[in-house]
């Protein structure tokens, strides 16, 4: 499995982004998927997790701002970041979770007050 995570970039705050993450590999529909996220100084921590059944969480920082999403058929899996705040400023990681983790190489996230 190889995850190629984009869309990162430099946004003002309320401005929005979509993460894309796609997938390689036959067991990505059997798959949970998860965005996480890391500050400069800070561990990583949960953002969003999507089930292999579609059921979502979300960190409680991000609720009603993001939203995650996956299409199968593409093997990709979407966070969509609305109402941006500079404490969103962080590398966000691509997980997929099927017997082990599986992470991918990060995209930046840059927000300007």
């Known amino acids: 499995v190889q995850l190629q995570a984009s869309g990162g970039g430099l946004v003002q705050a309320g401005g929005s982004l979509r993460l894309s993450c796609a997938a390689s590999?036959?067991?990505?529909?059997?798959?949970?998927m998860g965005w996480y996220r890391q500050a400069a100084g800070s561990q990583r921590e949960l953002v969003a997790r999507?089930?292999?059944?579609?059921?979502?969480n979300y960190a409680d920082s991000v609720k009603g701002r993001f939203t995650i999403s996956r299409d199968n058929a593409k093997k990709t899996v979407y966070l969509q970041m609305n109402s941006l705040k500079p404490e969103d400023t962080a590398v966000y990681y691509c997980?997929?979770?099927?017997?082990?983790?599986?992470w991918g190489q990060g995209t930046l996230v840059t927000v300007s007050s």
């Open positions: 997980n997929q979770q099927f017997v082990r983790d599986y």
């Open positions: 590999g036959s067991i990505f529909s059997i798959s949970d």
């Open positions: 999507i089930t292999s059944g579609g059921s979502t």
